[in-house]
Each structure stands twice: as C-alpha cells, then as structure tokens.
C-alpha cells in the first residue's frame, strides 16, 4: 500500500470505533498508568502531555504510512476506553494482525469483545483480508476469551515471540480466516 489510509467510524454494539483526537490525551495517561498496557504497547510511561501528544500523532501516522487502522473504543457515554489496531505490515502475504486494549476502568463491559469483533468483521467482508491474526500471552485469560468468543481458533504457542518489558514471552498464535475455513 502507498496511499493514505481513511480510519472509518465503525459500530461495534454498544461501542463506537473511531480515529485518534488529540482530545483522546487523558485515555493514553490512564492507559499510562495500567502495570501491562505500556509493557506491550507504545503507550509511554510516565505520560507527560508532550509524551501523550506524541502517541496520538504516532497513530495518526500509521494510517497516513499505510501501517494500519488505529481505532479508539468508545462507550456508549462518548468516553473513550481503549484502542483496537488492524495492523497491516504483513498484507503482502495476506494476512493483517489486530492487537488491542482496554484500560482498568472500563475492563468487564465488552468493549473488547465488540471492538475485536467490528474490526475482524471489516476486515474480512470489506478490506476482503484473507487471514487475521492476534497474538496473546498464556496467562492472559481475559484475552483468550475475547479472541475464542469472537470465533479465533488457536494454532499453537509461540516460545519467547515478543519482547514484552526486559523479557522474551511465549505467545499463543490465534487466527480467523475469510469464510471462516
């Protein structure tokens, strides 16, 4: 890809997907603030305003490279709760990679579960991507269940895949297919 991507505003039940505002700075310092989110994200810890700035532009970035679509979660408040990104840097072998978040404050209600399932669904009926993949720690139960509900199907575990913090970590390796095959 080398144009520009358009981050739609998505429905996702009770949930609205939408693109990054600067407006959305007091969800990245909550997220700054949770023991996991910064470990395994690029949310900046400590948070400082510029630090926040620099996050929100950082996705902004990635629509305008081409790197994928950065969504905020909102609830049904208009507060925003979360992130959910489609991640694009392997579509040339036809398959994208969603990664997500949800902050403390707003765990338990279902916003992952609708943001994953909007953004799978989208992906697979619009962008007509063939493969969809998440990547989720073993002892992540709250994940597992979100990826399993929304109809992922784990492959395996992959040993020491990611860099989380100062470690290498096993990752479980879930997929969901076009057509569901």
Known sequence: MDQTLDVPELAAGAFTLRPWRLSDL???REASHDEYIPLITTVPYPCSEQEGVAFIERQWGRATTSAGYPFVIVD????????????????????????????KSARGQGAAVAAVGAVAEWALRDLRIPRLELYVEPWNTASVRTAERMGFQCEGLLRKWQQVGGARRDMFVYSLLGGRS
Do not use: F
């Not at 489609?86 to 040339?92: F, G, I, P, T, Y």
């Open 26 to 28: 007091p969800l990245v």
């Open 76 to 103: 049904a408040d208009s507060r925003p709760v979360g992130q959910v990104g489609l991640w694009l840097k392997d579509l040339a072998e036809g398959r994208a990679t969603l990664g997500y978040w949800v902050v």
